[in-house]
Each structure stands twice: as C-alpha cells, then as structure tokens.
C-alpha cells in the first residue's frame, strides 16, 4: 500500500510539472465536482489527441488532506486525482502565474446525490449493500430520502466553486449571472479561463462550446464514459433511477438553494420537480 501511495505520488508530481512546463501550450485542467460528467469529457479530450496536455482532477484547494484523510479513514485507497491535485497545488504555489484552462460541469443535485451513492456506496452512513455486493434498491431508496432532508447533503455542491475554484484562482462563478438560458459560460481571470457548462447540455451544445473554448478545429466527439452503465449494478441504478420518488415540498426545497438558481432556470428547476415527484416523466439521470 505504501509503494503505491509512493509511486502515484511520483507519478503525479512529474505529470504536473510536464504539464505546465510549456508557456505556450497551457494545460487543460478537467476540475470539477464529481459525479458530473468528468470522465466523459477526459476521454474525449484524450481521444481528439490535442497538443495540450490534459489532467482530470477535482480538488486543488487546502482541503485537499481533509479528502485524503476521509478515504483512509475509510479504508479505501486514495484515488490518483488527489495525489494529482496535491501536485498541481504545488506548481501553482511556486508559479502562481501559470496559464490553464479549466472545463468545469454543473449537474442537478438530486441526480448528483443519487449518482454518488452508487458510485461511492462505502461512503453511506447506512447499509445499503446486499450480500453479492450489489446495492439493494430498496435500501438505496430509503437511504436516499433521508440524506435528501439533511442540509449538510448539498453543501459539498453548494460550495465546491468557492471552496476551489475562488480559493486557487480568485474566480468567483456567482459575482455575476449565468446565462441560464444558453446553458455555458466563460470567465476569465489573468492567464486561467474556465468554461463552465451544465451537464445537462453537455450532449447537445458540449461538442461545439468545448471546441470553440479550446480553438479545436472540429467539434469534440463526446466519448460515453459512464462505466456504471457496464457495471453488474447497471440495472439496479436504473431501477432506482425509475422507482425513486420523493416528496414534491421536499424537492422544491431543495431547489431553491443558490447553487441551483444560478445555474438553472425556473423552467428547469420546474422540470427537475416534476421529474423527482413522479408528477411528470420520468428521465434518465
């Protein structure tokens, strides 16, 4: 375990300093919340082969031993982005001026709290496992609602773009209104510029805005990278997924917090309650 740690360690560091180690072609820092599409726009920009190197991480900031703690307390090993944001930081503090650009997603917090407890079930304060390791729809269900009634649930989504993205490159996404009808936007602070794009969008208008924001020739051929599609538990998170309703109160609660009116608009924030209620059709998250 500790040659492990030692060797990603290693190979973060060097991943970093290569990847800002030419001015003239800026990295491009996938640095996002997870559970939003992350993976998918990391594959498609490796696969376009584009000159620029590409690093797919979500923490930067000095939170960063507080994540690292919460997986080894858990017993669960630290995943390569930490050790890569621990590295990135690094170059950062001692080039403070380097240039990047930044793709950031944003993602309907209902389906983003239904998609991390499958995908980091060891993380449920309940069990919510059946003996052949799979998750048990029932349990996720019941585990679900209560989480969705705790405030202390959406504050990892209420403040990641403060926590981080303000905090390691004084870009504050809420000092000015998002565009919620076009879906995207771009902000740019001396040599960093961060597109941010709602996940909802990310088929339909993530080719063409990510290849504009990037001066690609082409648009960006979206590569599906939804492993849990291809997971034995595919089909009990899409039953989840159909079965899973909760209280309409409590859904339009839940969508008044900032975060989501930045980002959505109120036609859409009616779409999502109709969608978690069962007062509408239901769509796949």
């Known amino acids: 375990m500790q040659v492990d740690k030692i060797t990603m360690k290693n190979r973060s560091e060097l991943e970093a300093k290569q990847a800002f180690s030419n001015t003239n072609i800026p990295p491009i820092l996938v640095y996002q919340m997870g559970k939003v599409g992350s993976q ?108 969705l009634k705790k405030p202390e649930t959406f504050e990892y989504v209420d403040d990641w773009f403060d926590r981080e993205l303000k905090r390691v490159f004084d870009i504050d996404v809420f000092e000015e209104s998002f565009p919620v009808e076009l879906g995207y936007a771009v902000y740019k602070k001396s040599n960093v510029e961060v597109l941010i794009l709602r996940l909802e969008d990310l088929s339909d208008k993530g080719p063409y805005v990510i290849s504009k924001f990037l001066g690609l020739d082409n648009p960006l051929k979206l590569l599906n990278s939804n492993v849990r599609n291809r997971t034995a538990g595919a089909g009990i998170y899409q039953r989840v997924l159909q079965e899973v309703r909760f209280d309409p109160s409590l859904c339009r609660e839940i969508y008044t917090r900032r975060f989501v009116k930045h980002f959505y608009s109120n036609s859409m924030i009616e779409r999502f309650i109709s969608r978690w209620s069962g007062t509408g059709n239901r769509v796949p998250a």
């Open 40 to 147: 998918t726009v990391y594959h498609s920009l490796i696969n376009a082969r584009i000159p620029n190197p590409v690093m797919h991480l979500h923490f930067i900031s000095e939170d960063l031993p507080d994540h690292i703690d919460t997986h080894e307390k858990a017993g669960i090993s630290v995943p390569y982005h930490l050790f890569l944001g621990a590295a990135v930081r690094n170059v950062l503090l001692e080039n403070p001026h380097s240039a990047c650009k930044i793709i950031s997603l944003v993602r309907d917090p209902i389906a983003f709290t239904v998609s991390d407890l499958f995908q980091n079930p060891y993380f449920a304060s309940g069990d919510v496992m059946l003996g052949s390791g799979n998750i048990d729809s029932e349990k996720a269900r019941i585990y679900l609602e209560g989480e």
